[in-house]
């Protein structure tokens, strides 16, 4: 994962996003500011939204592609679908603060402006809910992709710097029930988070899922929403790769 202009707040350790303070009193009210996240082989791009002709632009050294407003059938609402007819396609959700891109080799995370992180002493636990929607790809440029929904639900201990949840409620192609998804517990750095996942058999094809990750970032003036991203391989004859989005709020 690339980490752009992510400072590590005192009192964490700088090598991962375990939590890891030492400290025994909860932390205080935090601000942290604009970051942006990439997972996978999408690192190695730049994705930017052209609001003007509502199109999604991917940058790569001395040259760029267009992805355009598209559809597949059962991607929740609260994402748009973008294509490009030789690379593929994308998933594109927002809320206040933040943005999240899901392509079919990784996703883009941004939180844009300031966030004032609740303060752990008084908030303690706090649970965010909302949507999860993706695409399962057999390999990159896939131009039929399947698509997979489901709820989300995160719970963010400011007290003590731990993430974890669950997906659930998963459909594979608005008919197929899938397994539901555990977010392992994990830490918290400067509102951000990285960690594993368990779970998540699409039911399909003799297709096993294999532990997954997933990315997120708290966004929001005062830290309201999550937005976050899934990568899981399924093994089977013909290996496929979920590729998921989060969007979620208090």
């Known amino acids: 994962m ?8 005192t009192g ?9 303070s030492t400290t025994t009193e909860p932390p205080a009210q935090q601000e942290v500011g604009s970051v942006t996240m ?3 082989d999408a690192a190695n791009y730049e994705y930017i939204y052209q609001p003007t002709s509502d199109r ?8 760029g592609w267009f992805y355009y407003p598209d559809s597949i059938a059962g991607v929740p609402a609260e994402f748009s679908v973008y294509l490009n007819s030789t690379e593929g396609y994308l998933l594109r959700g927002t809320v206040d603060g933040g943005e999240v891109i899901i392509a079919d080799n990784g996703a883009q995370l941004i939180r844009t402006g300031t966030t004032v992180l609740p303060d752990g ?16 790809v057999e390999g990159t440029r896939d131009l039929n992709p399947s698509s997979v929904t489901g709820l989300v639900q995160i719970e963010v201990d400011f007290g003590d710097y731990a993430v974890s949840g669950a997906i659930t409620n998963r459909v594979l192609d608005e008919t ?12 918290l750095i400067d509102g951000a988070f990285e960690g594993t996942t368990t ?8 297709l096993v899922a294999n532990a997954g990750t997933y990315t997120g970032l ?10 976050g991203a899934v990568t899981i391989t399924h093994t089977g004859v013909d290996d496929v790769i979920e590729q998921g989005g989060m969007i979620l709020s208090q």
């Open 2 to 9: 690339q980490f752009l202009r992510l400072s590590v707040a």
């Open 12 to 20: 964490l350790c700088a090598a991962s996003l375990s939590a890891c």
């Open 38 to 40: 990439r997972t996978g």
């Open 56 to 63: 999604v632009q991917r940058l790569v050294p001395n040259a």
């Open 121 to 136: 002493s008084e908030t303690g636990a706090v649970t965010y809910g909302g949507t999860y929607g993706g695409i399962v």
């Open 176 to 187: 197929i029930a899938a397994n539901d998804i555990a977010l392992d517990l994990t830490g």
């Open 199 to 206: 779970g998540g058999d699409l039911n399909t094809g003799g």
């Open 218 to 227: 708290i966004v929001g003036p005062n830290g309201e929403h999550i937005i």
